[in-house]
């Protein structure tokens, strides 16, 4: 097999095909001197932009996340804003009564 030449891995150094676009001893991607070097990096950018994507989708859940807590808190504080008003205005039209003449 004349074709099956081989060359040592840049990344471990082992003995890997010169046709090889990915070294089978440390799974390297063997770009540069790959024929398929256009695929390759093709590849690899669809792999990253999948891994950009969803490393975004999983700060988006993040910060949809915090935003629902920070809602909550809001509206839980509003609640009790809105009992203790509630309670004082109460309070007061309760005085108002037992204060008149
Ligand atoms: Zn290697």
Redesign the pocket.
């Known amino acids: 097999m004349s074709n099956e030449e081989y060359k040592s891995?840049?990344?471990?150094?082992?003995d890997?095909k010169t046709i090889a676009i990915k070294?089978?001893?440390?799974?390297?991607f063997?770009v540069e001197e790959s024929e398929n070097s256009e695929s390759v990096k093709e590849l690899l950018e669809t792999q990253k932009k999948a891994l950009e994507f969803e490393k975004e989708k999983e700060i988006k859940r993040q910060e949809e996340k915090e935003a629902k807590e920070t809602e909550k808190a809001k509206s839980s504080g509003c609640l009790i804003l809105t009992i203790v008003i509630a309670g004082i205005i109460f309070w007061l039209l309760g005085g108002t009564i037992h204060c008149g003449p």
């Open positions: 891995c840049p990344y471990c150094g082992e890997v070294c089978k001893h440390c799974q390297s063997l």
